[in-house]
């Protein structure tokens, strides 16, 4: 796409009134173009809507008319969550209007370096550490995208003295066109969001965008245990940069077997230790892999492994991310919200060496979770199901050979449904145990977000 500020006296329409949606609106609104916002949601759902139209904007609410993408309009700037289907879009392409996220539209105006990250696990407990590592050697990192702030908020304020670290989603690169980050990080990628993707081979065509716009001068960085990684990274214009948990490498970082030491090789023989897994302050396996991801975009931006180690010795890890809520009577609750898929699920489970009295269910997706059936086997003392994938999680369950088994079956809100679920996996645990919430789906059939769920979870725990 063109700059903004070549969009002075273009019309222009931004589809979805949340946080990505109202700070475009506002972007375009200050360089002159002419915006009209529309949202499906009813007026009153859209608290965003009276400051939109206080400053002049034209908003739009409850439906999608007819009239609102037309030949006149230049660009359309659409909310992450939009499908492709919604007929605003496919209007906009097939009058050939170029259709984008708020990311592409924030990178025409970030001056700073940009390191993006993204992967179907792990997204976020990764940016915050880079970005905690970035601060620690005063490199002024500004983190948002995904997380924090909207990237068009954050984005023109930034100077080339600051570095922007960005969590993205498979949804926003999905509608870039000339996003280039400078050091561009893949973590993993799983089955996941293909009621959106439609197939599995668009969903890492969306993510693999990352990586199309960078040049010889940037740095690429992925799993090198990832079977999709390794299958793009001959692709890759960039420096590559790679992190294995299985594999030592000549030029990386890598978790060394032997000694239980993440290490980073630099190309020229040399081995630098950073800590030993072990001083980590974030229990899993899973998080060892997020902070090798994590050290290696650090160590290309510049940090020393002194920083790095120490972030990694003290992060205590985000909440709703495999997050310690309390332990009553030698019985540790752990929130793990954020496990919206059973890839998620699988890594948190297997960060506890205790037996697990599992809550898992949330929003039909379409899958099977067989997936989940070894580490059921294996690991899971107890599970107690909620949510509209309550009867096929409670049958991976029966096929695990799991006794205790409990549905919640009668609620009279989300609430109430968290509630009852705490309550029954608290009476099947005993001294030892670890309670676990970690969904394996999506949140949207009963919560507004995972964020939500979590916070009733911990509510719940509070209230044993």
Not at 95 to 102: H, N, P, R, S
Not at 141 to 170: F, H, K, Q
Not at 238 to 246: G, N, R
Not at 383 to 403: P, R, W
Request: glycine share 8%.
């Amino acid at each position: 796409m063109k700059h903004p500020r070549e969009y002075r006296g273009l019309q222009v329409v931004v589809l979805g009134l949340a946080r990505s949606g109202v700070a475009a609106a506002k972007l375009f609104h200050q360089k002159g173009a002419i915006v009209t916002v529309n949202d499906k949601k009813e007026r009153n759902l859209c608290p965003e809507a009276d400051e939109l139209t206080a400053l002049g904007i034209s908003v739009v609410c409850g439906y999608h008319p007819e009239s609102l993408v037309h030949p006149g309009v230049s660009l359309v700037v659409k909310n992450p969550g939009i499908p492709y289907s919604v007929e605003p879009i496919r209007k906009a392409e097939a009058l050939g209007i170029e259709v984008v996220t708020e990311v592409e539209v924030a990178y025409q105006f970030c001056e700073a370096p940009i390191i993006g990250i993204t992967g179907s696990n792990g997204k976020t407990t990764t940016t915050t550490l880079i970005g905690l590592m970035l601060d620690g050697a005063g490199l002024k990192p500004v983190v948002a995208g995904n997380i924090g702030r909207a990237l068009t908020e954050a984005a023109p304020e930034v100077t080339a003295e600051n570095w922007m670290v960005v969590e993205l989603s498979s949804f926003q690169l999905k509608g870039t066109t000339s996003f280039r980050p400078s050091i561009a990080l893949l973590l993993n990628l799983y089955e996941t969001h293909l009621d959106y993707h439609g197939t599995m081979e668009d969903y890492i065509a969306s993510k693999a965008k990352l990586f199309e716009n960078q040049t010889a001068e940037d740095t690429a960085i992925l799993n090198a245990d990832d079977e999709v990684c390794r299958n793009l990274m001959p692709s890759l214009k960039a420096k590559l940069f790679p992190f294995s948990m299985k594999e030592k490498l000549a030029f990386g970082v890598y978790l060394d077997a032997e000694t239980n030491q993440l290490v980073y090789a630099d190309g020229r023989n040399e081995i630098h230790p950073i800590l030993s897994a072990s001083e980590m302050g974030i229990p899993g396996s899973f998080n060892v892999e997020n902070a090798l991801a994590a050290a290696a975009a650090a160590i290309t931006a510049g940090v020393d492994l002194t920083t790095i180690a120490g972030v990694l010795k003290s992060f205590q890890g985000v909440e709703h991310r495999l997050e310690l809520v309390r332990e009553i009577d030698g019985v540790g609750f752990y929130n793990n919200s954020k496990a919206t898929n059973a890839a998620a699920s699988v890594k948190s489970i297997e960060a506890f060496n205790q037996p697990v009295i599992l809550i898992a269910g949330g929003l039909d997706r379409g899958s099977d979770y067989m997936e989940l059936l070894p580490t059921f086997q294996e690991r899971i003392k107890g599970i107690v199901t909620l949510g509209q994938t309550k009867e096929k999680i409670k049958h991976i369950a029966e096929l695990a050979g799991i006794s205790a088994i409990q549905t919640v079956d009668t609620a009279k809100d989300a609430a109430d449904a968290v509630s009852q679920a705490v309550q029954l996996a608290w009476q099947m645990s005993e001294e030892g145990d670890i309670v676990l919430l970690s969904p394996a789906c999506a949140s949207w059939d009963m919560f507004p977000s995972y964020e939500d769920r979590g916070r009733m979870f911990k509510e719940s725990v509070h209230n044993l």
